[in-house]
């Protein structure tokens, strides 16, 4: 049984971060030597460090077997409190870098592709020609991305989405905009010469759509079975909006995109929004953010510019739905 720890004696004066450090090392490579060699030290040393970290705390944290050094369930119980402790530290740093130089930084933003392709590209334009100092990471997330693991373990800083709820307690949601869904055929198709077209002429057409649970094949199911009609079966699953567009573009396929997408690229793409009324509820695109945290200067400023952006996006003309 662990005896009790006299936190202001062990704590204060005996456990170091650099003995975490090298707990945390032997702990990812797997044995000592492995990790002295990665710290640039002897394996005595290590292993000496490690038994003061166990004397320390009381219990034995590392378990030896054929395979290598795993932690126990005390080590493994470190290891999460160490990891989130050197994550609170390196927002601390990043935290003073940008009150040192508000100009510098590192910014992580997750979207889905449908975002990334349409209102992400000019935010971050114009927002890295004031502050080209700024590193931005984008990494695509699914939409509706349900529960935003990496946002609440602190892995970015920001999520733009069209979720299906916003009932979260430990998570600011700000809607920005309401997107509508529209359905688009290739400038060659029969269909984009058609003043007029009834959702129910397209339930034997060869549909494109992303995988379900996703806003785009949600709506869709309710647009057919608001007229009472079953959804048609879908030649191609996928999140990719690039490849629907230019499967769109090539071949007879029918598709639904989210406005703002064929908005933002109609220039660039051989894609025409057909004539459908669809009796469906736009979704909004929000941005989420950790409620209860202080939100870094970048991420204020860079939601600044997303904001902006958007207020000049909604006086733009929809895409056209009718042939002229």
Known sequence: MARKIDWDVQ????????????????????????AALRLGVSQPAVSELIAGLENAIGVRLLDRSPRGIEPTIYGRALLDRTRAAFYELKEGIRTIEHLADPMVGELRIGCPQSLASS???PVIERFSRQYPRVVLLV?????????????????LDIVFDRPLAHDDDDLNVEILFDDEMVVAAGMQSPWARR??????????????????????????????????????????LTFCIHLRA??????????????????????????????????VRPWSVVIVTRKNRTLSPLVQRFISHARAFTRSMAARPAPEKKSA
């Open 11 to 34: 704590i204060g004066r005996r456990l170091k971060l650099r003995d975490l450090h090298v707990f945390v090392t032997v702990v990812q490579s797997g044995s000592m030597a492995k």
């Open 119 to 121: 209102i992400l590209p």
């Open 139 to 155: 990494k695509d997330v699914v939409s509706p991305a349900l529960e935003l693991p990496e946002l609440r373990a602190g892995g």
């Open 195 to 236: 003043n007029k077209i009834d959702l129910t002429e397209l339930v034997g057409e060869p549909w494109i759509l992303t995988p379900p649970g996703s806003w785009i094949h949600t709506s869709v199911g309710e647009a057919f079975q608001a007229r009472g009609l079953a959804l048609p079966n879908a030649s191609l």
């Open 246 to 279: 230019k499967l769109l573009a090539t071949s007879p396929f029918v598709s639904a995109f989210p406005s703002s997408f064929l908005r933002l690229n109609a220039s660039q793409l051989s894609v025409k929004v057909l004539p459908i009324d669809l009796a």
